[in-house]
């Protein structure tokens, strides 16, 4: 490697943010950045960094989509019994974070985790791709395995299994909303002087907003 990652730098810039004439909830603000994020970059927009903790205190994140976002939360879906899925249910905490470089923007959001219910989780499964849904059926999210033979091989019965006729939703995979109690907007801005607005949730559900500094 030639290049000096140190060296590597990015001039940012963007509208402004106050609190001054900002909306009382951080949700109109969410969808606006959202929307503007599918038009800048549809394939990624939705894309999501998902943090939790396990039972010793140890913080884990990965990647997960978007699948549907209003004032009640942020949707994502995956195995329940997966190490997220896990984590999640036995703590109902966790932390997502979503950045949008061609918008030098940043949004991180903290709150409570809940599961969807099942029949919000069935539409969607099947509205998901054949393939999707059998890989749903085939993989035993986050378990050891022999190699890719091993997930061939179910595939391949889970076909035969489900040959004509609809792929219903493993009981095992579903989706979480996490329902913010903070979400943090962050724009980059010329000389490292970012803004940052930050929306807390009170406890009679009205919303505070704070600017940082960057």
Request: hydrophobic share 35%.
């Given at each position: 490697?030639?290049?000096?990652?140190?060296?590597?730098?990015?001039?940012?810039?963007?509208?402004?943010?106050?609190?001054e004439?900002a909306?009382?909830t951080p949700?109109?603000?969410?969808?606006?950045w959202l929307?503007?994020?599918l038009e800048?970059?549809?394939?990624?927009?939705?894309?999501?960094t998902?943090?939790?903790?396990d039972?010793?205190?140890?913080?884990?994140?990965?990647?997960?989509?978007l699948?549907?976002s209003d004032?009640?939360?942020m949707?994502?879906?995956?195995?329940?019994?997966?190490?997220?899925?896990v984590?999640?249910?036995?703590?109902?905490h966790?932390?997502?974070?979503f950045?949008?470089?061609?918008l030098?923007?940043q949004?991180?959001?903290?709150?409570?985790v809940e599961?969807?219910?099942?029949?919000?989780?069935?539409?969607?499964?099947?509205a998901?791709?054949r393939?999707s849904?059998?890989?749903?059926?085939?993989s035993?999210?986050?378990?050891?395995?022999?190699?890719?033979?091993?997930?061939?091989m179910?595939?391949s019965?889970?076909?035969?299994?489900?040959?004509?006729?609809p792929?219903?939703?493993?009981p095992?995979?579903?989706?979480?909303?996490?329902?913010?109690?903070?979400?943090e907007f962050?724009?980059?801005?010329?000389g490292?002087l970012?803004?940052?607005?930050?929306?807390?949730?009170?406890?009679?559900?009205?919303?505070?907003?704070?600017?940082?500094a960057p």
């Open positions: 490697m030639n290049r000096d990652i140190a060296d590597v730098r990015h001039d940012y810039h963007g509208d402004m943010l106050s609190c004439g909306e009382p949700f109109p603000l969410f969808a606006h929307e503007q994020a800048s970059d549809a394939e990624h927009a939705n894309v999501m998902l943090a939790s903790v039972e010793r205190g140890f913080p884990h994140a990965r990647t997960v989509l699948k549907g004032e009640q939360g949707v994502f879906y995956t195995n329940y019994q997966s190490h997220k899925g984590e999640l249910t036995t703590t109902g966790a932390a997502l974070v950045w949008w470089p061609q030098a923007r949004v991180r959001v903290e709150g409570d599961k969807v219910d099942g029949a919000q989780s069935d539409r969607y499964f099947a998901r791709p393939e849904q059998l890989a749903a059926w085939a035993s999210q986050s378990s050891v395995i022999a190699g890719r033979e091993e997930l061939t179910q595939l019965a889970l076909r035969q299994r489900f040959a004509d006729q792929i219903e939703r493993p095992h995979w579903g989706g979480f909303r996490l329902r913010p109690a903070m979400i962050w724009q980059g801005q010329p490292r970012h803004d940052r607005l930050r929306y807390t949730k009170n406890g009679d559900d009205s919303w505070q907003c704070a600017q940082l």
